[in-house]
């Protein structure tokens, strides 16, 4: 046998013998790590554990105003391996509060909206979900207070929510609507009696030159319960024409004793019009009038305005604005 190969032995030797020291010094760390634990958990802690909470058994035909808490902060006492156990069981086990009975029914009287309950009075009925090996020393918050609006149903206009623009010689032919036209709202009184209208969710149409007939989602809102979530959407368009009249000028403000002849004496009228209205259009749709009470010697002309025209016009223009006249006596 070499001595090279001797000398690898021995060095082969060293190291399994350093190895095997190593597993066994990490053999015993654990052990007494583990002791150590079991020693600690059996020892008594005060510590604070946070809880979540649920309320159950509310006031019927009433509704939560204002917010509750959603978790309780206790200092509790307790084995150091039920504190451990407890800590990783409530994260996902809420403590249970039944509303009607903390508050003795009370808040079942229409006249009555507020109540105010000390959980410290309460301490036993969360000590009982949470096991008698934990001892509660205090909780926070130390007080409750509950708000509750009455609950009524109303019936409720839905609003359309559209940004709209229209394809060449197209327009609205009526005003967005939707189908049906409103909803029945459960919700606190007091919000329902100033809620006007409920939203569609937001909608925006370019270049229009087609009718909108979609089923679309409402906007949300909080604390209400509405009897249906979707709407249908329905927008009407049409295309429009130009149309144009000689309106006949009347003047007004004038004194009986004289007569009052423009020129020319008519102005012409020009309007765009949704095709379905067209028909409804007639030269006794206008009204344009020059008022002699807006004379002046230094300016031989009267403004002529126009004013009475339909609602159904889209547009409308006139001409001339201004006109001459002459003035005779009216023998009359």
Known sequence: MGLNKLNDIIKGKKENSNSG????FFICLVLSSFLWLLNSLEKR???RISVPVKYINLPKDKQVSGPLPKKFDLLVDGYGYTL????????FSPVLLSVNDLTDKVLENDRISKYTIYTSSHREEIAKQIRSEINILSIKPDTISFNFSTVIEKKIKFKPIVDLTFGKEF???SAPSTNPDSVLVRGPKNILDTLQCVSTKHFSYKELTHNIDKNVSLESNEG???SQKRVTLIITVEQNTEVAFDIPIQVINRPDSIEVKTFPGKVKVSCRIGLSNYKKLTQNSFKAVADYSLYSKSVNRLPVSLVSY???VLSVSYSPQEVEFILEKNFQ
């Open 310 to 312: 339909p609602d159904i």
């Open 45 to 47: 802690y005060t510590d």
């Open 21 to 24: 020291k190593a597993m066994v």
């Open 224 to 226: 209400l319960v509405l």
């Open 171 to 173: 327009i609205l032919k």
């Open 84 to 91: 451990l156990s407890h800590k990783l069981r409530l994260a």
